[in-house]
Nanobody, 124 residues
């Protein structure tokens, strides 16, 4: 396992934007996913990209507001978050691995081998 590193979090007002960055994953990684977890709540899959997939996957709560992308040349993963809401407040984690390609597997934390320590996003 390797340690991933997230950055780009911060404290912003509702309606603002943030851009998260994740680095440290292997060039051989097939699936990259952003998770988030608020105090007292379960870890939630937010957005995921599979290098051989046609469309990225998003949680319903962030569709139309968040965009996941990969900079292959720099081995970096991004999460562009627009029109942030108070309910987006959480610790955001980057995860890398090769989960099952069956529906829903991308949302399961145990399917991922490598994680970062998180970057805090606070919206008020």
């Amino acid at each position: 396992h390797v340690q991933l590193v997230e950055s780009g979090g911060g404290a912003v007002q509702a309606g603002a934007s943030l851009r998260l960055v994740c680095t440290g994953f292997s060039e051989r990684t097939l699936t990259l996913t952003w998770f988030r977890q608020a105090p007292g709540k379960e870890r939630e899959a937010v957005a995921s990209i599979y290098i051989y997939g046609h469309f990225p996957n998003y949680a319903d709560s962030v569709k139309g507001r968040f965009t996941i992308s990969q900079d292959k040349a720099k081995n970096a993963l991004h999460l562009q978050m627009d029109n942030l809401r108070v309910e987006d407040t959480a610790m955001y984690y980057c995860a890398a691995g090769n989960p099952s390609l069956y529906q829903g597997s991308w949302k399961v934390p145990r399917e991922y081998d490598d994680w970062g320590r998180g970057t805090q996003v606070t919206v008020s």
